[in-house]
């Protein structure tokens, strides 16, 4: 063979090389590039809470009642099993711990211990299931507001209301809630994404920020230090037995303590407005250093 023509063998090569691989780049191109939800979904994606398959996340797919389970889990950490699982989950299936973990907090009840998981879910189950994960309650029958307000099932009331108080949930352009519809995963993403700026999830200490929305510690060995949050803190169940520690932090709306153990929870010259000591399953201990100012205190637990 003449050398031009392996060299031009050799350029042939390169460029199918270099063709193959920009295929793949744009084969990984995410699906929810130009969605409406997608900063909402990068958020999520950002904090941990959703993990695509290679960009993947199907936002118009219906999402079910396992797969919300799943994330709200991975907002909280929640650890306390339930001592029985569901009828209709079996041992090996993959949501089978999650919903364990779930039922033991009380985010989901079933019907005569039935759960169906793989059932896609209902706008009004999701609301009532982020509602008891957020800890939110209403008494301002929002969902009458709606066209079709009548439909909403008297148990999802006031999640629906305390959603729509929220600003979380809404109806659609013809004023209608649609309590019944199936909701979509990336509807189920823009509610969570509303209701948490920002999750700390591994140990370090995190300051000087300043966030709008909630803020949720999922794990221990975590420090605040100079924060101010504007929405509520939660101090999840995923904490376990861990310390956590506010150091000059200012929280004006709650203070949720659902996670820590007998030595684990020190504030520092804070500033609190309500907290809310929600723990299920054991003690934990609270103390006010410092300066520390609290305006008032719900004790919920041992």
């Not at 339930?82 to 711990?97: E, G, I, L």
Request: aromatic share 6%.
């Amino acid at each position: 063979m003449r050398s031009g023509s392996r060299k031009v063998l050799a350029i042939i090569m390169i460029v199918a090389l270099l063709a193959s691989s920009m295929t793949a780049t744009f084969a990984q191109v995410s699906d929810y590039q130009g969605h409406w939800a997608q900063q909402k979904i990068e958020k999520l994606i950002a904090n941990g809470i959703i993990a695509g398959n290679n960009g993947v996340v199907r936002p118009n797919d219906k999402l079910s009642k396992a797969e919300l389970v799943t994330i709200l889990n991975n907002l909280f950490g929640y650890s306390l099993k339930a001592s029985a699982n569901f009828k209709d989950v079996p041992a090996n299936a993959w949501y089978a711990d999650t919903l364990l973990k779930a039922k033991g907090e009380g985010i989901i009840n079933g019907s005569g211990n039935i759960f169906k998981p793989n059932d896609k879910i209902s706008r009004q189950d999701a609301a009532t299931m982020i509602a008891r994960a957020f800890k939110l309650t209403s008494q301002t029958k929002s969902y009458t507001t709606f066209k079709d307000g009548s439909k909403v099932a008297s148990y999802a009331q006031e999640a629906m209301s305390a959603l729509i108080d929220k600003k979380v949930l809404g109806g659609s352009g013809d004023g209608l809630l649609r309590p019944t519809s199936e909701i979509t995963r990336a509807e189920v993403f823009s509610m969570i994404s509303v209701l948490c700026d920002q999750v700390y999830n591994k140990a370090g200490t995190y300051e000087n920020k300043q966030f709008t929305g909630n803020v949720i510690v999922n794990k221990p060995g975590v420090t605040l230090k100079n924060l101010v949050i504007e929405g509520d803190l939660f101090l999840a169940p995923g904490i376990g037995q861990g310390e956590v520690y506010l150091d000059n932090v200012k929280v004006k709306g709650r203070t949720v303590v659902s996670g820590g153990g007998e030595n684990s929870i020190h504030v520092l010259n804070s500033e609190l407005s309500i907290v809310e000591i929600k723990r299920q399953g054991g003690a934990v201990r609270f103390v006010a250093e410092g300066t520390t100012v609290i305006s008032q205190v719900l004790v919920q637990s041992s």
